[in-house]
Protein backbone atom coordinates (compact mmCIF):
# COMPACT_ATOMS: atom_id res chain seq x y z
CA UNK A 1 0.00 0.00 0.00
CA UNK A 2 1.34 3.37 -0.81
CA UNK A 3 1.24 6.09 1.55
CA UNK A 4 1.81 9.96 0.68
CA UNK A 5 4.07 11.51 3.09
CA UNK A 6 2.15 14.16 3.90
CA UNK A 7 -1.09 13.24 2.71
CA UNK A 8 -3.92 12.40 5.31
CA UNK A 9 -5.87 9.48 4.89
CA UNK A 10 -8.93 9.85 6.39
CA UNK A 11 -9.97 13.02 8.43
CA UNK A 12 -8.93 11.30 11.82
CA UNK A 13 -5.44 11.37 10.86
CA UNK A 14 -5.42 14.60 9.54
CA UNK A 15 -7.04 16.12 12.45
CA UNK A 16 -4.58 13.98 14.68
CA UNK A 17 -1.73 15.52 12.57
CA UNK A 18 -3.19 19.32 13.28
CA UNK A 19 -3.50 18.26 16.89
CA UNK A 20 0.09 16.89 16.98
CA UNK A 21 1.45 20.35 15.53
CA UNK A 22 0.59 22.65 18.14
CA UNK A 23 1.56 20.36 21.06
CA UNK A 24 5.15 21.21 23.05
CA UNK A 25 6.03 17.92 23.28
CA UNK A 26 8.16 16.60 19.93
CA UNK A 27 6.18 14.30 17.99
CA UNK A 28 7.72 12.56 14.40
CA UNK A 29 5.75 9.76 12.52
CA UNK A 30 7.70 7.12 10.46
CA UNK A 31 6.82 4.59 8.53
CA UNK A 32 7.11 1.15 9.14
CA UNK A 33 9.96 1.10 6.59
CA UNK A 34 11.70 3.69 7.90
CA UNK A 35 10.60 6.64 6.50
CA UNK A 36 9.96 9.87 8.11
CA UNK A 37 6.49 11.11 7.13
CA UNK A 38 6.62 14.36 9.41
CA UNK A 39 7.49 15.94 12.19
CA UNK A 40 5.91 19.05 14.26
CA UNK A 41 7.59 22.18 15.13
CA UNK A 42 8.75 21.26 18.58
CA UNK A 43 10.56 18.35 17.17
CA UNK A 44 12.41 19.84 14.91
CA UNK A 45 13.54 23.01 17.49
CA UNK A 46 14.58 20.26 19.53
CA UNK A 47 16.81 18.73 17.03
CA UNK A 48 17.73 22.51 15.85
CA UNK A 49 16.26 22.13 12.58
CA UNK A 50 14.74 24.74 10.31
CA UNK A 51 12.41 22.21 7.93
CA UNK A 52 11.56 18.31 7.87
CA UNK A 53 14.05 17.92 5.56
CA UNK A 54 16.61 18.91 8.25
CA UNK A 55 15.61 16.24 9.93
CA UNK A 56 16.03 13.51 7.15
CA UNK A 57 14.01 11.52 5.09
CA UNK A 58 14.56 8.64 6.58
CA UNK A 59 16.01 7.08 9.82
CA UNK A 60 19.18 6.05 7.68
CA UNK A 61 19.76 10.26 6.59
CA UNK A 62 18.62 10.67 10.76
CA UNK A 63 21.22 8.34 12.20
CA UNK A 64 23.86 10.42 9.45
CA UNK A 65 23.28 13.66 10.72
CA UNK A 66 22.27 12.94 14.75
CA UNK A 67 24.23 10.76 17.43
CA UNK A 68 22.11 9.44 20.09
CA UNK A 69 24.07 8.37 23.32
CA UNK A 70 22.92 7.15 26.92
CA UNK A 71 23.27 9.87 29.72
CA UNK A 72 26.86 10.18 30.64
CA UNK A 73 28.30 9.83 26.62
CA UNK A 74 28.03 5.71 26.47
CA UNK A 75 27.07 4.47 22.72
CA UNK A 76 23.93 2.57 22.33
CA UNK A 77 23.97 -0.53 20.46
CA UNK A 78 21.89 -0.09 17.38
CA UNK A 79 19.50 -2.32 17.81
CA UNK A 80 18.54 -0.52 20.94
CA UNK A 81 17.85 2.89 19.24
CA UNK A 82 14.08 4.51 19.56
CA UNK A 83 14.03 4.02 15.90
CA UNK A 84 15.10 -0.11 15.82
CA UNK A 85 13.18 -0.87 18.91
CA UNK A 86 9.74 1.27 16.95
CA UNK A 87 11.06 -0.84 13.62
CA UNK A 88 10.58 -4.32 15.62
CA UNK A 89 7.25 -3.50 16.54
CA UNK A 90 8.15 -2.44 20.03
CA UNK A 91 6.37 0.03 22.06
CA UNK A 92 8.60 1.79 25.26
CA UNK A 93 8.25 4.67 27.56
CA UNK A 94 11.10 6.83 28.98
CA UNK A 95 14.04 6.24 26.97
CA UNK A 96 16.73 9.14 27.98
CA UNK A 97 19.60 9.66 25.50
CA UNK A 98 21.79 12.95 24.80
CA UNK A 99 21.30 14.04 21.46
CA UNK A 100 23.55 15.65 19.34
CA UNK A 101 24.63 16.90 15.64
CA UNK A 102 27.37 14.87 13.53
CA UNK A 103 28.22 18.28 12.08
CA UNK A 104 30.12 19.91 14.85
CA UNK A 105 27.94 21.97 16.02
CA UNK A 106 27.95 23.18 19.66
CA UNK A 107 24.34 21.24 20.35
CA UNK A 108 23.65 18.54 23.17
CA UNK A 109 20.54 18.39 24.42
CA UNK A 110 18.58 15.17 26.73
CA UNK A 111 15.52 14.43 25.42
CA UNK A 112 13.19 11.23 26.69
CA UNK A 113 11.80 9.65 24.36
CA UNK A 114 8.46 7.14 24.36
CA UNK A 115 7.87 4.74 21.29
CA UNK A 116 4.35 4.00 20.24
CA UNK A 117 3.33 1.75 17.06
CA UNK A 118 -0.05 1.85 15.99
CA UNK A 119 -1.57 -1.51 13.91
CA UNK A 120 -4.30 -1.72 11.28
CA UNK A 121 -7.07 -3.88 11.53
CA UNK A 122 -4.76 -7.02 10.55
CA UNK A 123 -2.42 -6.15 13.44
CA UNK A 124 0.42 -5.33 11.67
CA UNK A 125 2.14 -2.16 11.69
CA UNK A 126 0.28 1.13 10.29
CA UNK A 127 2.46 3.80 11.50
CA UNK A 128 5.25 4.57 13.89
CA UNK A 129 4.49 7.71 16.43
CA UNK A 130 8.09 8.66 18.34
CA UNK A 131 7.36 11.02 20.59
CA UNK A 132 10.09 13.03 22.98
CA UNK A 133 10.73 15.83 25.72
CA UNK A 134 13.14 17.85 26.24
CA UNK A 135 14.72 17.37 29.44
CA UNK A 136 18.09 18.90 29.27
CA UNK A 137 17.43 22.31 31.96
CA UNK A 138 15.75 19.55 34.32
CA UNK A 139 18.96 17.40 34.03
CA UNK A 140 21.53 20.45 34.26
CA UNK A 141 19.54 21.75 37.22
CA UNK A 142 19.56 17.92 39.07
CA UNK A 143 23.30 17.71 38.19
CA UNK A 144 24.04 21.33 39.67
CA UNK A 145 21.56 20.44 42.91
CA UNK A 146 24.08 16.87 42.76
CA UNK A 147 26.71 18.89 42.90
CA UNK A 148 26.02 21.75 45.37
CA UNK A 149 24.71 19.12 47.92
CA UNK A 150 27.95 16.95 47.68
CA UNK A 151 30.25 19.84 48.38
CA UNK A 152 28.01 21.59 51.12
CA UNK A 153 30.37 21.92 53.85
CA UNK A 154 27.65 21.77 56.37
CA UNK A 155 26.02 18.42 57.10
CA UNK A 156 22.51 17.78 55.05
CA UNK A 157 20.52 14.46 54.31
CA UNK A 158 17.55 13.95 52.34
CA UNK A 159 14.55 11.92 53.18
CA UNK A 160 11.92 11.03 50.57
CA UNK A 161 8.56 11.70 52.15
CA UNK A 162 6.37 8.63 50.35
CA UNK A 163 8.25 6.28 51.67
CA UNK A 164 9.74 8.00 54.53
CA UNK A 165 13.51 6.83 53.40
CA UNK A 166 16.51 9.02 53.11
CA UNK A 167 17.80 9.17 49.51
CA UNK A 168 20.85 11.58 49.79
CA UNK A 169 23.51 12.19 52.11
CA UNK A 170 26.56 14.34 52.01
CA UNK A 171 29.91 14.04 53.58
CA UNK A 172 29.36 16.92 56.02
CA UNK A 173 26.35 14.57 57.58
CA UNK A 174 28.71 11.22 57.23
CA UNK A 175 31.81 13.11 59.14
CA UNK A 176 29.14 14.48 61.89
CA UNK A 177 27.23 11.19 62.56
CA UNK A 178 30.31 8.76 62.00
CA UNK A 179 28.18 6.35 59.41
CA UNK A 180 29.01 5.76 55.68
CA UNK A 181 26.55 6.78 53.44
CA UNK A 182 25.44 3.65 52.03
CA UNK A 183 24.85 2.92 55.97
CA UNK A 184 22.16 5.93 55.57
CA UNK A 185 20.92 5.82 52.39
CA UNK A 186 17.51 3.41 52.02
CA UNK A 187 17.32 3.42 55.76
CA UNK A 188 13.68 4.65 56.93
CA UNK A 189 13.39 7.28 59.00
CA UNK A 190 12.19 5.64 62.45
CA UNK A 191 15.69 4.22 62.63
CA UNK A 192 17.79 7.07 62.25
CA UNK A 193 15.16 9.64 63.27
CA UNK A 194 17.47 13.21 63.36
CA UNK A 195 13.86 14.86 64.77
CA UNK A 196 13.98 12.22 68.35
CA UNK A 197 14.61 15.17 71.12
CA UNK A 198 13.63 17.96 68.53
CA UNK A 199 12.77 20.93 71.03
CA UNK A 200 9.72 21.02 68.90
CA UNK A 201 9.11 17.43 67.87
CA UNK A 202 5.13 17.44 67.49
CA UNK A 203 5.22 20.91 65.22
CA UNK A 204 8.34 19.28 63.34
CA UNK A 205 6.59 15.82 62.58
CA UNK A 206 3.42 17.61 61.41
CA UNK A 207 5.02 19.86 59.02
CA UNK A 208 7.13 16.88 57.79
CA UNK A 209 3.61 14.61 57.24
CA UNK A 210 2.15 18.14 55.40
CA UNK A 211 5.30 18.97 53.63
CA UNK A 212 5.96 21.96 55.02
CA UNK A 213 9.42 24.19 56.56
CA UNK A 214 10.78 22.67 60.08
CA UNK A 215 11.84 25.59 62.03
CA UNK A 216 15.49 25.43 63.30
CA UNK A 217 15.69 23.84 66.56
CA UNK A 218 18.18 21.86 68.52
CA UNK A 219 17.91 17.97 69.01
CA UNK A 220 20.24 15.17 69.09
CA UNK A 221 21.34 12.46 66.58
CA UNK A 222 22.43 8.99 66.51
CA UNK A 223 26.32 8.74 66.02
CA UNK A 224 27.75 5.40 64.88
CA UNK A 225 29.09 4.65 68.08
CA UNK A 226 25.48 4.46 69.56
CA UNK A 227 26.01 8.05 71.41
CA UNK A 228 23.78 10.98 70.86
CA UNK A 229 25.57 14.69 69.25
CA UNK A 230 23.87 17.84 69.62
CA UNK A 231 22.61 20.09 66.60
CA UNK A 232 20.75 22.73 65.61
CA UNK A 233 18.19 21.24 62.23
CA UNK A 234 16.48 22.87 59.93
CA UNK A 235 13.93 21.26 57.43
CA UNK A 236 13.08 22.59 53.77
CA UNK A 237 10.28 20.99 51.66
CA UNK A 238 11.64 20.26 48.27
CA UNK A 239 11.20 17.81 45.19
CA UNK A 240 13.48 15.12 43.82
CA UNK A 241 12.76 13.28 40.58
CA UNK A 242 9.18 14.80 40.76
CA UNK A 243 8.71 12.92 44.54
CA UNK A 244 8.09 14.92 47.52
CA UNK A 245 11.35 15.04 49.96
CA UNK A 246 12.15 17.46 52.97
CA UNK A 247 16.12 18.76 53.26
CA UNK A 248 17.43 18.36 56.54
CA UNK A 249 20.42 20.86 57.43
CA UNK A 250 22.36 20.96 60.29
CA UNK A 251 25.09 23.21 62.45
CA UNK A 252 26.84 20.59 64.91
CA UNK A 253 26.54 22.00 68.12
CA UNK A 254 29.08 20.56 70.14
CA UNK A 255 32.23 22.75 69.33
CA UNK A 256 30.11 25.45 70.06
CA UNK A 257 29.43 24.08 73.41
CA UNK A 258 33.07 22.59 73.96
CA UNK A 259 34.22 26.65 73.07
CA UNK A 260 31.56 27.63 75.41
CA UNK A 261 32.16 25.26 78.45
CA UNK A 262 36.12 26.43 78.22
CA UNK A 263 34.72 30.14 78.16
CA UNK A 264 33.11 29.59 81.06
CA UNK A 265 36.19 27.65 83.05
CA UNK A 266 38.55 30.28 81.81
CA UNK A 267 35.90 33.33 83.24
CA UNK A 268 35.33 31.08 86.11
CA UNK A 269 39.39 31.46 86.90
CA UNK A 270 39.59 34.73 85.76
CA UNK A 271 37.22 35.55 88.36
CA UNK A 272 38.77 33.45 90.74
CA UNK A 273 42.04 35.10 90.64
CA UNK A 274 40.46 38.55 90.31
CA UNK A 275 38.46 38.24 93.81
CA UNK A 276 41.78 36.66 95.37
CA UNK A 277 44.49 39.26 94.27
CA UNK A 278 46.23 41.10 96.96
CA UNK A 279 46.42 44.16 94.86
CA UNK A 280 43.37 46.35 94.42
CA UNK A 281 41.37 45.92 90.95
CA UNK A 282 38.54 47.08 89.77
CA UNK A 283 36.44 46.73 86.31
CA UNK A 284 35.08 50.51 84.63
CA UNK A 285 32.61 50.57 81.84
CA UNK A 286 35.18 52.62 79.54
CA UNK A 287 32.22 54.97 78.31
CA UNK A 288 31.18 56.58 81.36
CA UNK A 289 33.93 54.76 84.19
CA UNK A 290 31.10 53.30 85.88
CA UNK A 291 32.59 50.63 88.19
CA UNK A 292 30.87 46.83 87.41
CA UNK A 293 33.42 44.96 89.73
CA UNK A 294 35.71 45.70 92.00
CA UNK A 295 37.55 42.80 94.02
CA UNK A 296 38.47 42.33 98.11
CA UNK A 297 42.04 44.42 97.90
CA UNK A 298 40.20 47.20 96.14
CA UNK A 299 37.41 47.83 98.84
CA UNK A 300 39.61 47.21 101.59
CA UNK A 301 42.24 49.92 100.49
CA UNK A 302 39.65 52.88 100.41
CA UNK A 303 37.70 51.80 102.97
CA UNK A 304 34.31 51.09 101.48
CA UNK A 305 32.08 47.97 101.11
CA UNK A 306 32.06 46.36 97.57
CA UNK A 307 28.06 47.10 97.70
CA UNK A 308 29.07 51.14 98.07
CA UNK A 309 31.66 50.85 95.20
CA UNK A 310 29.93 49.15 92.07
CA UNK A 311 27.89 51.25 90.60
CA UNK A 312 29.42 54.37 91.11
CA UNK A 313 32.35 56.45 89.03
CA UNK A 314 35.55 55.07 89.77
CA UNK A 315 36.67 58.29 90.64
CA UNK A 316 33.93 58.61 93.51
CA UNK A 317 34.97 55.19 94.92
CA UNK A 318 38.29 56.10 96.05
CA UNK A 319 40.55 56.06 92.67
CA UNK A 320 41.73 60.06 92.45
CA UNK A 321 42.14 60.60 88.68
CA UNK A 322 41.25 64.24 87.17
CA UNK A 323 39.60 64.24 84.20
CA UNK A 324 42.74 64.86 81.50
CA UNK A 325 43.82 61.26 83.07
CA UNK A 326 41.10 59.79 82.17
CA UNK A 327 40.80 61.45 78.88
CA UNK A 328 44.26 60.31 78.01
CA UNK A 329 43.69 56.73 79.38
CA UNK A 330 40.43 56.51 77.55
CA UNK A 331 42.17 57.44 74.06
CA UNK A 332 45.40 55.00 74.58
CA UNK A 333 42.95 52.02 75.33
CA UNK A 334 41.05 52.70 72.48
CA UNK A 335 43.83 52.84 70.68
CA UNK A 336 44.77 48.92 71.88
CA UNK A 337 47.38 50.53 74.26
CA UNK A 338 47.91 49.86 77.66
CA UNK A 339 48.48 51.93 80.99
CA UNK A 340 51.25 50.58 82.62
CA UNK A 341 52.72 51.98 85.93
CA UNK A 342 51.26 55.50 86.19
CA UNK A 343 50.89 57.22 89.95
CA UNK A 344 47.81 57.58 91.02
CA UNK A 345 46.24 57.19 94.53
CA UNK A 346 43.56 55.87 96.71
CA UNK A 347 41.71 57.80 99.34
CA UNK A 348 39.84 56.02 101.83
CA UNK A 349 37.02 57.04 104.12
CA UNK A 350 39.20 58.05 106.81
CA UNK A 351 41.60 60.62 104.33
CA UNK A 352 44.10 57.97 104.87
CA UNK A 353 46.24 58.06 101.07
CA UNK A 354 47.67 55.21 99.56
CA UNK A 355 49.98 56.28 96.55
CA UNK A 356 49.96 53.57 93.75
CA UNK A 357 50.94 52.69 90.53
CA UNK A 358 48.24 52.30 87.94
CA UNK A 359 48.37 49.58 85.24
CA UNK A 360 44.60 49.91 82.97
CA UNK A 361 44.03 47.51 79.78
CA UNK A 362 40.99 47.01 78.09
CA UNK A 363 38.55 44.20 78.03
CA UNK A 364 34.98 43.39 76.83
CA UNK A 365 32.36 41.98 79.05
CA UNK A 366 29.23 41.39 77.08
CA UNK A 367 30.28 42.80 73.78
CA UNK A 368 30.73 46.18 76.40
CA UNK A 369 33.87 48.15 76.18
CA UNK A 370 35.36 47.85 79.60
CA UNK A 371 38.63 48.96 81.23
CA UNK A 372 40.73 46.63 83.93
CA UNK A 373 42.39 48.83 86.87
CA UNK A 374 45.31 47.08 88.91
CA UNK A 375 47.38 49.59 91.54
CA UNK A 376 50.10 48.81 93.05
CA UNK A 377 50.58 50.06 96.88
CA UNK A 378 53.89 51.66 96.59
CA UNK A 379 52.96 53.62 99.58
CA UNK A 380 56.24 52.37 101.86
CA UNK A 381 58.29 52.97 98.87
CA UNK A 382 57.26 56.52 98.49
CA UNK A 383 57.29 57.28 102.22
CA UNK A 384 61.37 55.41 102.08
CA UNK A 385 62.09 58.20 98.82
CA UNK A 386 60.36 60.78 100.63
CA UNK A 387 62.52 60.57 103.75
CA UNK A 388 65.70 60.54 101.32
CA UNK A 389 64.63 63.17 99.59
CA UNK A 390 64.06 65.69 102.55
CA UNK A 391 67.51 64.49 103.49
CA UNK A 392 68.76 65.19 100.70
CA UNK A 393 67.41 68.98 100.35
CA UNK A 394 69.19 69.16 104.15
CA UNK A 395 72.40 68.59 102.26
CA UNK A 396 71.76 70.15 99.41
CA UNK A 397 71.34 73.60 100.88
CA UNK A 398 75.36 73.90 101.71
CA UNK A 399 76.79 71.10 99.60
CA UNK A 400 74.66 70.73 96.05
CA UNK A 401 77.78 68.66 94.77
CA UNK A 402 76.89 65.94 97.57
CA UNK A 403 73.82 65.37 96.26
CA UNK A 404 74.40 65.26 92.67
CA UNK A 405 76.74 62.48 93.32
CA UNK A 406 74.34 60.60 95.64
CA UNK A 407 71.36 61.35 93.06
CA UNK A 408 73.68 59.86 90.28
CA UNK A 409 74.49 56.88 92.45
CA UNK A 410 71.16 56.19 93.46
CA UNK A 411 69.84 56.78 89.64
CA UNK A 412 72.27 54.03 88.15
CA UNK A 413 71.05 51.29 91.18
CA UNK A 414 67.69 52.01 90.28
CA UNK A 415 66.72 52.74 86.85
CA UNK A 416 70.16 52.69 84.63
CA UNK A 417 68.21 53.71 81.31
CA UNK A 418 65.04 55.42 79.94
CA UNK A 419 62.52 53.70 78.39
CA UNK A 420 61.73 55.28 74.65
CA UNK A 421 58.11 55.78 75.10
CA UNK A 422 58.94 57.95 78.79
CA UNK A 423 61.35 60.08 76.75
CA UNK A 424 59.67 60.82 73.57
CA UNK A 425 56.74 62.40 75.58
CA UNK A 426 58.54 65.19 76.24
CA UNK A 427 59.72 68.17 73.90
CA UNK A 428 62.75 69.23 73.33
CA UNK A 429 62.51 72.32 75.31
CA UNK A 430 61.01 70.34 78.50
CA UNK A 431 64.29 68.39 78.57
CA UNK A 432 65.74 71.59 78.51
CA UNK A 433 64.04 72.75 81.44
CA UNK A 434 64.87 68.94 82.88
CA UNK A 435 68.72 69.42 82.61
CA UNK A 436 68.50 72.46 83.71
CA UNK A 437 66.13 71.76 87.07
CA UNK A 438 68.79 68.39 87.83
CA UNK A 439 71.36 70.35 87.74
CA UNK A 440 69.81 72.47 90.30
CA UNK A 441 69.13 75.54 88.48
CA UNK A 442 65.93 77.84 89.83
CA UNK A 443 63.11 79.24 87.62
CA UNK A 444 64.78 82.29 87.54
CA UNK A 445 68.27 81.23 86.83
CA UNK A 446 66.28 79.09 84.08
CA UNK A 447 64.31 81.88 82.44
CA UNK A 448 67.74 83.95 82.14
CA UNK A 449 69.93 80.89 80.96
CA UNK A 450 67.22 79.89 77.67
CA UNK A 451 66.14 83.78 77.70
CA UNK A 452 62.44 83.09 78.64
CA UNK A 453 60.07 84.60 81.54
CA UNK A 454 59.55 83.24 84.61
CA UNK A 455 56.05 82.67 83.70
CA UNK A 456 56.96 81.01 80.83
CA UNK A 457 59.81 78.83 82.56
CA UNK A 458 56.97 78.01 85.34
CA UNK A 459 53.93 76.82 82.37
CA UNK A 460 57.16 74.58 80.74
CA UNK A 461 57.58 73.15 84.63
CA UNK A 462 54.14 72.65 85.09
CA UNK A 463 53.45 70.80 82.06
CA UNK A 464 56.87 68.87 82.65
CA UNK A 465 55.46 67.99 86.16
CA UNK A 466 52.01 66.68 84.92
CA UNK A 467 53.81 64.55 81.67
CA UNK A 468 56.69 62.62 84.35
CA UNK A 469 53.63 62.23 87.07
CA UNK A 470 55.53 64.44 89.96
CA UNK A 471 54.31 67.27 91.85
CA UNK A 472 57.31 68.37 93.71
CA UNK A 473 60.72 69.89 92.14
CA UNK A 474 62.59 67.44 94.34
CA UNK A 475 60.53 64.42 92.84
CA UNK A 476 61.39 65.82 89.62
CA UNK A 477 65.40 65.83 90.11
CA UNK A 478 65.04 62.11 91.36
CA UNK A 479 63.26 61.23 88.18
CA UNK A 480 65.27 62.98 85.69
CA UNK A 481 68.67 62.15 87.85
CA UNK A 482 67.43 58.06 87.08
CA UNK A 483 67.01 58.86 83.14
CA UNK A 484 70.29 60.81 83.18
CA UNK A 485 69.59 64.33 83.29
CA UNK A 486 72.03 66.82 84.55
CA UNK A 487 74.54 64.29 85.25
CA UNK A 488 76.90 66.66 83.12
CA UNK A 489 76.74 69.18 85.35
CA UNK A 490 79.34 70.99 87.00
Given at each position: ???????????????????????????????????????????????????????????????????????????????????????????????????????????????????????????????????????????????????????????????????????????????????????????????????????????????????????????????????????????????????????????????????????????????????????????????????????????????????????????????????????????????????????????????????????????????EACALFVIQDITERKRGEAELISAMEAVMKDASWFSRTV????????????????????????????????????????????????????????????????????????????????????
Amino acid sequence: MTREPHAAQGVGRRQLQQIMAHLSEGVILLDPDGAILWANRAALDMHGCATQQDLGESTAQYAERFLLRESGGRAIPPSRSPFARLASGESFASLVLELTQRDGQEMVRTLEFRGLVLLDEADQAELLVLFAIDTTEKVDSDELFDRFFSTKPSPAAILRLDDSRYIRVNEGFCEMTGFASEDILGRPFHEIDVLHDAQRREQALRALATHSAIRPQETCVRTSDGDRKSVMVAGQPIVVTGRPCMLFTFIDLEARRRAEQSLRQSEERFAKAFRMAPVPMAVCVQSNWCVIEANGAFATAVGRPRGEIVGRSITSSGLYLDRATLRDINLALDAGQMIRNRDVQLRALDNVVIDGLLSAESVTLQDEACALFVIQDITERKRGEAELISAMEAVMKDASWFSRTVMEKLAQVRRPQATASEMDALTAREREVLELICSGHGDAAIAERLGLSRNTVRNHVATLYGKIGVNRRSTAVIWGRERGFGASAE
